[in-house]
Structures are given as C-alpha cells and as structure tokens.
C-alpha cells in the first residue's frame, strides 16, 4: 500500500507534466471511485456524472498538494481533485504517442494539453480502496478532509509529536499508523524507523521519553526522506506517473526482512503482531 514516500515522489513526477497543463477533457468509466470533499472523508461514491468543471475540465493546473498518503490536484478555477490511492491504486501519465500497457482497471481519465504537448492522465486502480474526491476548493478539502488527520509526517515538529504520543494509551507502532495522529506512515515506514530509532513497537506511546520521542521523530523524517529519493518501497502495485518502481525496498532493514539478519547486530530478526499489523523487529537492539 502506498505511503507518504511513494506519493511524494508521485508528485515529483508528476508536476513537471501537470503544472500548466490545461484539463481539455475528462472521462469518468466509473462514477462510484468519485466522492465530493464537502461529504468528508466517507467512503460512498457518487451514483451519477459530475459536472466536467468538477473534475477540472476547462481549466488549468496550477498546483500539486500532498498531506499524508493524499494527493491534491488544484486549477485555476480553484476547483480541486484530491487522489487516494488506496492499496492499490496509480496515477499515471501517458505523453501523447506512448502507449500504456494496462488500461484494464482505468476509473478516470484527463486529456491535458501544456504547451503544445498532449498527454493522458490516468487514475487506475483494481481493487478500488482508493479514490478521487472533488472539492471545490483547496480550502475545502483542507477543512472538510485533511484536518480530520494529523499533521502530515514530513513537517510534524518533535514537539507536536509528543504533544500527539502522550495522549494515547496504544503502542507506539500503534499510534505511528494511527493517520489521527500523524498522516502518512503505514507499516512499511513504522517499522522502519523504530527500528532506526532502537524503540520496541510494543512499548506504550506515552511513556516514551522526550528524548526518545526525539530520536523517533529524527528516525521518522530521515527514512521518509531517504524513501521519496529512491522512488518509494514496490511491493506489489505502486508505481510512479512514468510507470517506474521504485527501489526504497532494497534498502529495508526489517520490513519484510523476518528471521533474517539485523543489518546492526547480526541477531535474528522476529515477526510478531502489533496493532493487528505483522510487525518485524529486533529484540536486540530494539528492547522494551
Ligand atoms: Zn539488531
């Protein structure tokens, strides 16, 4: 499932083809991938077509916006979609001439012309837990979607973080999934950096030290950063918008990695379950 990572780095690619572009056309194959903002976060699509200008027909890029594993694309009629990709959905970009090799499974479809160029915009997805909200504006779907979530988990301060960990009850693994708390980290990146930051997953949020929570925010932001410049962790599906996978996934220490070495300390590394999620660590340099 695509994280912070893999959409950040979807936007990178992205907005160079996007930003500019003007939306001529939009087709919709399936309208129940399509929700308004103004409904919030819920999960029932629409049942009939929205207006073209709902999706951004007739008018023009102007920016990219990403809060957490979502990505918002904002016109100059201020109008604006909001991507998520759920476990397994893509947004990809075809240049006009190339051809694209999966067209099974296209929900929605945007016919851009920026500077003379032609492309397609194309947001797949099979399993259809992701989606494309409408909002009317950036500032709706901030309010309406995006502030139901924490802070987004490039730009939260150590401070917040704490702020946000000694209100739980739950583990630390628990919470970091936990978007309420944080927005963007999945398991992949979780286990991640508690293992870069030595934390058990187990060990209850709130009784992390403030230096602890520290050397966790430390670990946090520099395995995001470390994963958009590889291009994200592949596992199955994700993609970026010229198709690329990523390469974050060579890089893992724990993740996927059970009963294999400690690239730290040579132990075993064991797989247990924590937040209903498999969670794999090492009981040495990860003590409770
Ligand atoms: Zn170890």
């Not at 893509?90 to 003379?116: E, F, I, M, N």
Request: a positive charge; glycine letters at 8%.
């Amino acid at each position: 499932m695509p994280e912070l990572p893999e959409v950040e780095h979807l936007k990178r690619t992205l907005e160079p083809a996007l930003v500019g572009a003007r939306v001529e056309r939009v087709h919709v194959y399936r309208t129940d991938v399509l929700r308004r903002a103004a409904d919030g976060p819920g999960r029932s699509g629409l049942k009939r077509r929205p207006s073209g200008a709902a999706l951004l027909q007739s008018s023009t890029i102007v920016d990219l916006k990403r809060h957490g594993k979502q990505l918002a694309i904002v016109s100059d009629s201020g109008a604006a979609v909001c991507v998520h990709l759920g476990m397994s959905g893509q947004l990809r970009y075809v240049p006009a001439g190339d051809v694209l090799t999966r067209t099974d499974h296209v929900h929605c479809q945007w016919s851009l012309k920026r500077s003379g160029a032609q492309g397609e915009l194309l947001f797949r997805d099979p399993r259809r837990f992701g989606g494309v909200w409408m909002a009317s504006s950036l500032a709706e779907l901030e309010e309406r979607c995006w502030s139901v979530m924490g802070p987004d988990a490039l730009t939260i301060s150590a401070a917040a973080m704490q702020a946000a960990l000694k209100r739980t009850q739950r583990s630390v693994k628990a919470a970091l999934l936990d978007q309420h708390v944080l927005a963007g980290v999945g398991n992949i990146y979780a286990d991640e950096s508690l293992f870069d930051a030595r934390i058990n997953p187990q060990v209850q949020a709130s009784t992390l030290s403030a230096a602890r929570v520290q050397r966790l925010h430390v670990a946090l932001v520099s395995v995001l950063r470390s994963a958009v410049d590889s291009g994200g962790s592949t596992l199955r599906d994700y993609v970026d918008s010229t198709g690329a996978k990523g390469s974050f996934a060579l890089k893992h220490n724990v993740y996927g990695r059970a009963g294999s070495e400690c690239t730290r300390c040579g132990g075993k590394l064991v797989q247990i379950v924590v937040a209903q999620r498999t969670t794999v660590y090492c009981a040495r340099c990860q003590k409770r």
